[in-house]
């Protein structure tokens, strides 16, 4: 390839890494507010919310690599931040409803 094609695959994993940050933070800070309200530690609240959000900045910096690869470890951490203040949520959902 040119360098004007790998220029041009560069900006546009750029762009759609960017794109993809913006999709996943729409939920977001819903749950962050849930979390931290509903938990009883918010602390834990917070950390699950900067995991998800370095997770997000590695994932878009490995998005704009062009491979596929360098996007693992900010998919896996972003996603264990997330998960974590869903499953947090889902719990105090649950004993509200179960009390």
Known sequence: M?????????F???V????NFHESMSVFPLV???AAYSL????????????????????AI??????????FPGHLFGHIGFFGLSGFV??????GLLM
């Open 2 to 10: 040119n360098g004007k094609s790998e220029a041009r695959i560069s």
């Open 12 to 14: 546009i994993c750029a």
């Open 16 to 19: 759609r890494g960017h794109e």
């Open 32 to 34: 962050m507010v849930v």
């Open 40 to 59: 009883k530690s918010p602390m834990l609240a917070a950390m699950c919310g900067f995991l998800f959000g370095t997770g997000r900045i590695l994932y």
């Open 62 to 71: 490995g998005y704009a690599t062009g491979d596929g690869v360098h996007r």
């Open 90 to 95: 889902a719990v105090r959902v649950l004993e």
